[in-house]
């Protein structure tokens, strides 16, 4: 495997501070309507975030998720410090430019089409930032993609953030911080991934599989386009500057949409990582290697994500992360377009408070988002 060197230049370390104890976050108990505690029940939203312990257990459900090589990162369980040998043996058992990409691309789809869009009710009660389960079509209509909709009081315009969580997470991962970023005055949208939506899938052994895989990514990546639409249609993000905010494989689908969206001005990937597909393939089997370097090649984050310019990328890592290798980290940023950021931390994978924290100031000055909460009562950190 290539060797790095340490980082240089413009890397530089996060400001690291002390961290303190997270604050309980309690939404409370006011309920709009009798819909909002039927739609409460069905999505456990209200036990999730009235959880004192929630903000230490962010990114839990993906502390043994799917680590860099597996080989997309997407399914939702994969052992830590599994190797790549193994990785590429289970895998494939059985088997003998200057501006974005145009319009046809694997990950275009039809704007016209209709969202489909439905608001289910509020979710949460007795706490001034609403939290909405609502849902959208998925570009091809053959699915229907669920999320959060988060919303500050006002009629808007709003900035607005789409987040996505980590592999074997879904979207319950990241709405707090969803809440602090509307807290200051943004729409916040936080969606489930085609695999968050479809967790017993069995993938077929193989080059099948791997086709499989690759296929939910581009659909993936086409939903989070397609969550635009929802922020500009549904959340009242009328010519507004819009973020993103992925967590592990959300920040690795992030560095795909960056390379093919370009209503998106700024990006924050948290703990997000990714080989150059040549060291993956070099385990593979002689017979079946052009096909797999075919297919990792079109979801290649190292590929797209040097597409993102002008969008400006902040990159948060730990020095302690014990799924993504150092190497991978790295990779990533250093194959993005400028402007980047990276910052260290002294974290694991899971983001800690002072992570967070960086986040949450690259947004609101991105995004021009409040300082101060907009409302009364609502939280804009831990």
Not at 339 to 360: F, G, S
Request: hydrophobic letters at 35%.
């Amino acid at each position: 495997m290539a060797r790095y060197e340490p980082p240089g230049g413009d890397e530089r370390p996060g400001e690291l501070e002390e961290e303190e104890p997270p604050q309980v976050f309690d939404p409370g108990d006011d309920a709009q309507d009798d819909c909002a505690e039927q739609v409460q029940d069905q999505v456990r939203v209200r036990p999730l975030i009235d959880d004192p312990e929630l903000p230490k257990r962010v990114g839990d459900e993906d502390r043994h998720g799917a680590g860099y090589l597996d080989p997309l990162a997407h399914t939702p369980v994969m052992p830590k410090r599994i190797g790549l040998v193994l990785v590429l043996v289970l895998l494939l058992a059985g088997c003998g430019g200057d501006s974005k990409p145009e319009a046809s691309g694997p990950f275009d789809y039809d704007r016209d089409v209709s969202l489909e869009f439905k608001d289910k009710g509020r979710v949460n009660r007795n706490y001034p930032i609403e939290i909405r389960d609502v849902s959208y079509a998925s570009p091809g209509g053959d699915d229907e993609v669920t999320a959060f909709l988060v919303k500050p009081p006002g009629k808007g315009p709003f900035p607005g953030v789409i987040l996505v969580h980590g592999a074997g997470g879904n979207r319950q991962q990241l709405v707090v911080q969803a809440t602090w970023l509307a807290g200051r005055g943004a729409v916040a949208l936080v969606v489930d991934s085609p695999f968050a939506r479809n967790p017993g899938m069995q993938f077929p052994e193989g080059i099948p599989g791997l086709r499989v895989e690759r296929d939910l990514i581009v659909k993936n990546v086409q939903e989070l386009r397609r969550a635009v639409d929802v922020l500009e249609e549904h959340g009242g993000v009328e010519d507004e500057k819009i973020g993103y905010l992925g967590y592990s494989a959300g920040a690795r689908t992030g560095a795909i949409l960056a390379g093919n969206e370009d209503r998106i001005d700024t990006y924050v990937f948290l703990s997000g990582g990714s080989a150059p597909v040549s060291e993956v393939t070099k385990a593979v089997p002689p017979d079946v290697r052009s096909d797999v370097e075919v297919i990792l090649n079109e979801v290649d984050p190292l590929r797209h994500v040097r597409e993102a310019s002008p969008a400006k990328l902040l990159f948060q890592n730990g020095r302690k992360d014990e799924v993504v290798p150092r190497a991978a980290l790295l990779a990533l940023y250093r194959a993005a377009g400028k402007p980047k950021e990276i910052r260290w931390y002294d974290a694991t994978h899971e983001p800690t408070v002072a992570v967070y924290r960086d986040t949450l100031s690259w947004l609101t000055k991105e995004l021009g988002l409040q300082t101060q909460p907009v409302v009364k009562g609502a939280k804009i950190g831990p």
